[in-house]
């Protein structure tokens, strides 16, 4: 999905408040929905663990993960900025380690836009180009789908990455 902040924004698809306190309006964001995340997300929640890991405050992460689950519950844990290793970066760093306690790394099928986010786990990483709101056509989540339908079936996901390479 785009997260932006709502000005200068043409119709997003939903409105995320923010706020403080619980009553304090700090600001809103504006979603534009990649088109079939709904389907996606699904499909996926029946074969996956679903954890969204953003580099985002995780205040945001929260309402965003809100407004995407207002009918259906897709993500079994949400993780934001605190998770994140910033170390004189201008990005976040998301470091698995945490989640490694009861699972498996070969297990595990990591999905950004960018390799940057994730340097400690080349061979867990799925690539998915950066959403522009303004491509309606857009098809990443069906391709992205068909490729983790094949990851599904695996039991080292490491290596069948490998071999999608």
Request: proline share 5%; hydrophobic share 40%.
């Amino acid at each position: 999905m785009h997260v932006s902040s709502l000005a200068g924004e043409d119709e997003p698809d939903a409105k995320v408040p923010i706020y403080i306190n619980e009553d304090t309006l700090i600001m809103e964001f504006a979603l534009h929905f990649r088109p079939f995340i709904f389907d996606f997300l699904n499909d996926m929640k029946d074969k996956f663990e679903l954890i969204l890991y953003s580099s985002l405050n995780p205040t945001y992460v929260s309402a965003i993960v809100e407004c995407l689950e207002r009918k259906e519950k897709y993500f079994v844990h949400r993780f934001g900025e605190d998770f994140c290793i910033f170390a004189n970066l201008s990005y976040g760093v998301k470091c698995l380690d945490f989640l490694l306690g009861n699972r498996n790394q070969e297990d595990i099928i990591l999905v950004d836009t960018t390799v940057k986010c994730l340097p400690h786990y080349p061979d867990n990483f799925v690539p998915v180009p950066a959403y522009s709101w303004k491509n309606s056509k857009d098809q990443e989540l069906p391709k992205l789908a068909s490729l983790l339908d094949l990851l599904y079936k695996e039991q080292n996901v490491t290596e069948a990455i490998s071999d999608f390479r």
